[in-house]
């Protein structure tokens, strides 16, 4: 069994950061792939950054250049770092293992992300 626990959601500012952090245990490698999705009010949960298992990134285009995912294989913690906020980041910031790669589970509870002025 694997348990993921987020953290460091909370309120920021237009244009300014937070970085989010997930610490894996359980059943799980330190470089099992993962992905750090959100889910605002009223719509679907979307993947933002995905990390796989040789380091290989990838980010939604609505992201690219903003945001970084990274971890720590010694901590067995993903981070995803948040620059240059909008107010259409705010949502529900999920983690999950990426099963072959693509397939979330394993979901974390979720920290919540809120970007206003």
């Known amino acids: 069994q694997v348990q993921l626990v987020e953290s460091g959601g909370g309120l920021a500012q237009p244009g300014g950061s937070l970085r989010l952090s997930c610490a894996a245990s359980?059943?799980?490698?330190?470089?099992?792939?993962m992905g750090w999705y959100r889910q605002a009010p009223g719509k679907q949960r979307e993947l933002v950054a995905s990390?796989?298992?040789?380091?290989?990134?990838n980010y939604a285009d609505s992201v690219k250049g903003r945001f970084t995912i990274s971890r720590d294989t010694a901590k067995n913690t993903v981070y995803l770092q948040m620059n240059s906020l909008k107010p259409e980041d705010t949502a529900v910031y999920y983690c999950a293992v990426l099963y072959s790669g693509v397939f979330p589970g394993s979901w974390g509870q979720g920290t919540q992300v809120t970007v206003s002025s």
């Open positions: 359980g059943s799980i490698s330190s470089t099992s792939a």
């Open positions: 990390i796989m298992m040789i380091g290989r990134t």
